[in-house]
Nanobody
């Protein structure tokens, strides 16, 4: 399984940005896709997740109402649309995937840096 994340950059407070993650190597059915982030000096934290089948989503309280996770089954891409960005959203963002029957994310992308300036 391989994941390729992209879309990071430098934006200003209040701006929007969309991250993408192209996935290959698994059959998607029964899998969960997630976005995580790690800010400088902090531990990695969960941001959002979506089930490939059914599209059920989940968000951390920190991003709920501002970020939207979605997926395109045809292009095998997961998106994270980020709006109303804040300086505290600055982090390296990672996409990851695990089977629904599992308890931890097994496969990770390389990360893409998002910097939000005040």
């Amino acid at each position: 399984v391989q994941l390729q994340a992209s879309g990071g950059g430098v934006v200003r407070t209040g701006d929007s940005l969309r991250l993408s993650c192209v996935v290959s190597g698994h059959n998607f059915s029964g899998w969960l896709m997630g976005w995580f982030r790690q800010a400088p000096g902090k531990e990695r934290e969960f941001v959002a997740s979506i089930r490939w089948s059914g599209g059920i989503t989940d968000y951390s309280d920190a991003v709920k109402g501002r970020f939207t996770i979605s997926r395109n089954k045809f292009t095998r891409t997961v998106y994270l649309q980020m709006s109303s960005l804040k300086p505290e959203d600055t982090a390296v963002y990672y996409c990851a995937t695990r089977h629904l029957a599992g308890t931890s994310y097994d496969y990770w992308g390389q990360g893409t840096l998002v910097t939000v300036s005040s």
